[in-house]
Structures are given as C-alpha cells and as structure tokens.
Nanobody, 124 residues
Framework: QVQLVESGGGLVQAGGSLTLSCADS????????MGWFRQAPGKEREFVAA????????VYLDSVKGRFTISRDNAKNTVYLQMNSLKPEDTAVYYC?????????????????WGQGTQVTVSS
C-alpha cells in the first residue's frame, strides 16, 4: 500500500522560507514521478511542481518559478519542495502526489497516489 507522508508545513512571515518533505514510506513508487499540489480554502486543487524519477523532466507552476525548487533523494524515496520568498497567496494545504506517467500534466487526475496534506500559512 502506497503511503506518502508529508512534513515541514507551518506558519511563516511573507518573504520567509519553508521546506516540505514527502516520503514514500512503503517504498512502492520506484521510478514514479512525484510532485506537489496545493489547495486554498474555496479553491480547486492546484499543481505546484513535479519531477520525474531521474529529474529529466521538472515542471513548475508559473507563479512559483524562481521561488520554489523541487528535488528528490531516490535513495530515501523522498521528494522536497524548497519554498523561498513566500507570499500570502501561497497559503494552502500542500499535498504530495505520485504518478507513473512520465508525461504527466498539471491535472490532479494524472496522479494516483496522495499524501494527507500539510498546512502552509504565510502571514503578511
């Protein structure tokens, strides 16, 4: 059974940084692409970033380019999201997700495995 476990959320002031982590604790997602979505209250779930197993394909939401960096440690089956220059509009529940698709799109339906989410709150 796939188990994606997120950590690293919290409260930060605008301009600050946070790093989210997501571990595939069951180690069942070999070669899977992994990424992050977010969902703010009253809004749809939104793609943030994702990377293939090898890192040969990395995709970012336009509004986070240059501020967020996704990376992964395959030996630890863990993906990270380093978030810098945070803005109040980045406030949301952030979800880790995984897919077997190489040519994934930003649609949540492309991702078959999900974590429970971690709250990120950016104060102004």
């Amino acid at each position: 059974q796939v188990q994606l476990v997120e950590s690293g959320g919290g409260l930060v002031q605008a301009g600050g940084s946070l790093t989210l982590s997501c571990a595939d604790s069951a180690r069942t997602l070999s070669n899977a692409a992994m990424g992050w979505f977010r969902q703010a209250p009253g809004k749809e779930r939104e793609f943030v970033a994702a990377t293939t197993w090898s890192g040969s394909r990395i995709v970012y939401l336009d509004s986070v380019k240059g501020r967020f960096t996704i990376s992964r440690d395959n030996a630890k089956n863990t993906v990270y999201l380093q978030m810098n220059s945070l803005k109040p509009e980045d406030t949301a529940v952030y979800y880790c997700a995984a897919t077997t698709l190489y040519y994934f799109t930003a649609r949540p339906g492309d991702f078959g495995s999900w974590g429970q989410g971690t709250q990120v709150t950016v104060s102004s």
